[in-house]
């Protein structure tokens, strides 16, 4: 079965430099998700998106945005990276039905600012 | 207090033994809760889902849900070496949006 990808899977950032990931959700799926995991951290919400709007903002710095394009694929832009921005970050998707939204994660991307 | 609470652990259990997992969550309006695995360096692996009090069970793995105490809890039977991993309790609440809480995750080890 599709799993959710995610690109690219390791990034090397200097400070104050922008990076953009990529996401393209599991087909069908109508919702994207993105997350943030430092080392020894829970995953922390950043933002989501259903049927390519913003649904919920979670704790997003002003310096990240995203979007989500007409074929579902959604994008992280991160700008003026900081060494604390160093982390994993997960895009998960899933299908909304009713109050259920099972999230499937991608495999991640490595995000290593220097 | 968190949204969602978790003992860290590490649990360590022998091979063969069933794993108990809790969680605790705060909001009372939240109708989703998740089972996560997680392996060091790897992404969150959706292991069981439950939506209504009772226990649902899959295979080695029995989710319980308790609505009433804010309560939900994962055991895992006949556990195994590659059991072992952070297992990951997420509740999700329709009041405010669709965003899925984590909890800091539980380490289990399973020790052969």
């Known amino acids: 079965a599709a799993g959710v990808i995610q690109s690219p899977r390791h990034l090397i950032k200097e400070k104050r430099e922008t990076a953009t990931l990529k996401c393209y959700p599991i087909?069908?799926?109508?919702?994207v998700y993105w997350y943030q995991q430092g080392p020894g951290q829970d995953p922390q919400f950043l933002i989501s998106f259903y049927e390519k709007m913003q649904s919920d903002k979670g704790s997003i710095p002003d310096r990240f945005s995203a979007q989500q394009f007409s074929d579902y694929h959604s994008e992280l832009n991160m700008s003026s990276l900081e060494l604390g921005d160093s982390a994993l970050y997960f895009c998960?998707?899933?299908?909304?039905?009713?109050?259920?939204?099972?999230?499937?994660f991608g495999p991640g991307t490595r995000l290593t600012v220097t | 207090q968190k949204e969602v609470e978790q003992n860290s652990g590490p649990l360590s259990v022998p091979e063969g033994a069933i794993a108990s997992l809790n969680c605790t969550y705060s909001d009372r309006g939240s109708q989703s809760f998740f089972w996560y695995r997680q392996y060091s360096g790897k992404s969150p692996e959706l292991i069981m889902s439950i939506y209504s009090n009772g226990d649902k069970e899959d295979g080695r793995f029995t989710a319980q849900l308790n609505k009433a105490s804010q309560y939900v809890s994962l055991l895992i039977r006949d556990s195994q070496p590659s059991d072992s991993a952070t297992y990951l309790c997420?509740?999700?609440?329709?009041?405010?949006?669709?965003?899925?809480?984590f909890g800091a995750g539980t380490r289990l080890f399973v020790k052969a």
């Open positions: 087909p069908r799926h109508d919702t």
């Open positions: 997420a509740v999700n609440s329709r009041t405010g949006g669709f965003k899925t809480i």
């Open positions: 998960a998707s899933s299908l909304r039905v009713g109050a259920r939204n099972e999230q499937y």
